[in-house]
């Protein structure tokens, strides 16, 4: 090994057992990257409409944590205006749409009569950052016209072997019983036969945030089976929540796992915890000081500065409120496409469809055959990932199915896959007919507008087009 450059005497590649080992989850990525790659089409070649992980690995290239000017593309936009006050003062902030009054970023409502001069305005990203830095490398190679369609696709790529060697994981520690076959079931149906499949071939800031959180979740949930890697799966977590805010609430499972494993050893039980809390920390400094750095306060991303046609309903209702409530149960539980006389005879309103619809093997999940410790655990995490959208202003518009629960999915399925309840021929009719389904919306879905409705009146169902 000395005789190789000295740069390279840290690497030792992996032996060829092993590599023979992986052929199944090298083929279910070749797979998963087949199908997305295929189903994505001509936008593996552009950039997508939405690619505002683009511009905010871009500007973090330049040195800047906004994106500087209103970007040519691009929906969804936070931004700041610079203003000086009657006293001479300069603040940052926006005006508020429903009250003569302009909001700082600090909180603060100002009256309008006191601003005397606009000095200018920022546009930032403001969704949480993590995704971003999958986005890097195309930044480096095309600045702000970087593709974010091909590492999206990459990413939901990756999920499939991933949590194969989840669920096979389970099944080593006794926590699951299912066989290679019903495994290799179960990923199917949840990189083809639910939501997560037409998000994974959009690229778009809204879907790669689902894609690229889903992929961190399932990473964390690899390493907290048997809480073998206590620090990887706290640093996966962190940049869940980093992706998607509600999947911070999936930590419990760890703990369960950790104490599990320490069988009453309390010293081992805390030694496991610090590790795995000492990334999750870190991240949290990091993200304390992203938001302060942008927005004056610890725990603003900055929605509450974004430009979109609910901004009203944000500020009289708040971004979380019960007077959301009903609308979101609505579009959750209940949405089915409508009927109509003419071609073509199904149509899809743009709220999407209920989640039992788009994936009916989730209700494998509400009976199972045998209960682990881990059930408790991951149905609260599963009903507070759910649950925190159905108080959020926005249903998920526009969308094929209700992409919220694309965040919930991996909690979900581990309930299924240890629910040891047998996958006969009804459950797998239930993913196919899943498969059926939402390859119908992935090759659809922002193609084929004949097939979706975007004049729906806002939240009302209607079974008639």
């Known amino acids: 090994g000395w005789g190789r450059p000295r740069w390279t005497r840290w690497y030792h590649p992996p032996p060829v057992s092993w590599l023979a080992g992986k052929r199944l989850q090298l083929l279910l990525f070749g797979c998963g990257l087949l199908v997305y790659g ?53 603040v940052r902030g926006r005006r508020l749409f429903t009250e003569r009054k302009f909001m700082t970023t600090g909180g603060q409502r100002i009256d309008v009569s006191r601003v005397r001069r606009n000095l200018g305005r920022t546009y930032y990203v403001s969704f949480p950052p993590a995704p971003a830095l999958l986005m890097l490398p195309s930044a480096v190679l095309a600045g702000p016209e970087g593709n974010d369609v091909i590492p999206t696709v990459l990413a939901a790529a990756l999920i499939l072997p991933l949590m194969f060697s ?39 800031v809204w879907f790669t945030a689902h894609v690229v959180g889903s992929l961190m979740a399932w990473c964390y949930l690899y390493f907290s089976v ?72 610890p725990l603003e991303f900055g929605h509450r500065f974004l430009h979109v046609r609910q901004q009203n309903n944000i500020e009289v209702h708040g971004l979380f409120s019960s007077h959301y409530l009903l609308r979101n149960l609505q579009v959750a539980f209940t949405m089915i496409p409508c009927i109509g006389e003419s071609s ?53 518009w526009f969308q094929f199915g209700y992409r919220f629960a694309a965040d919930a999915l991996p909690f979900l399925f581990l309930l ?50």
Not at 269 to 293: E, R, T, Y
Not at 435 to 454: K, W
Request: charged share 20%; glycine share 8%.
């Open 344 to 396: 073509p005879y199904l149509r899809i309103g743009g709220h999407g469809l209920a989640i039992w619809l788009t994936s009916p093997i989730l209700l494998w999940a509400l009976w199972p055959r045998k209960r682990t410790h881990l059930h408790i655990p991951l149905w609260i995490t599963s009903a507070i990932i759910i649950g925190m959208p159905l108080f959020y202003q926005n249903t998920g």
């Open 226 to 297: 048997g809480a073998r890697r206590p620090i990887a799966a706290g640093t996966f977590l962190a940049l869940a929540a980093l992706s998607r805010i509600p999947l911070a609430f999936a930590f419990p499972i760890f703990a369960f796992e950790a104490w599990r494993v320490a069988d009453g050893d309390r010293r081992r039980l805390l030694s496991s915890c610090a590790k795995f809390a000492a990334p999750v920390m870190g991240f949290i400094v990091v993200a304390v000081a992203f938001n302060l750095a942008r927005w004056d306060d």
């Open 416 to 465: 299924i896959a240890m629910g040891a309840r047998p996958l006969g021929k009804l459950a797998r009719a239930a993913i196919v007919a899943g498969i059926v389904i939402n390859l119908f919306g992935a090759v659809t879905f922002n193609r084929y507008q004949q097939f979706y409705r975007t004049d729906m009146p806002t939240y009302q169902l209607q079974v008639r087009c």
């Open 166 to 204: 989840t669920l096979r994981r389970l099944a080593a520690d006794r926590l699951s019983e299912r066989t290679v076959v019903d495994d290799l079931w179960l990923v199917s149906a949840y990189a083809f036969g639910s939501v997560f499949f037409f998000c994974a071939v959009q690229g778009r």
């Open 38 to 90: 295929l189903v994505a089409g001509a936008r593996l070649a552009t950039q997508s409409p939405d690619p505002h992980f683009v511009y905010q690995a871009d500007a973090w290239l330049h040195g800047r944590l906004d994106i500087g000017k209103k970007p040519k593309k691009g929906d969804d936009m936070a931004f700041v205006d610079a203003v000086r006050l009657d006293d001479g003062s300069e």
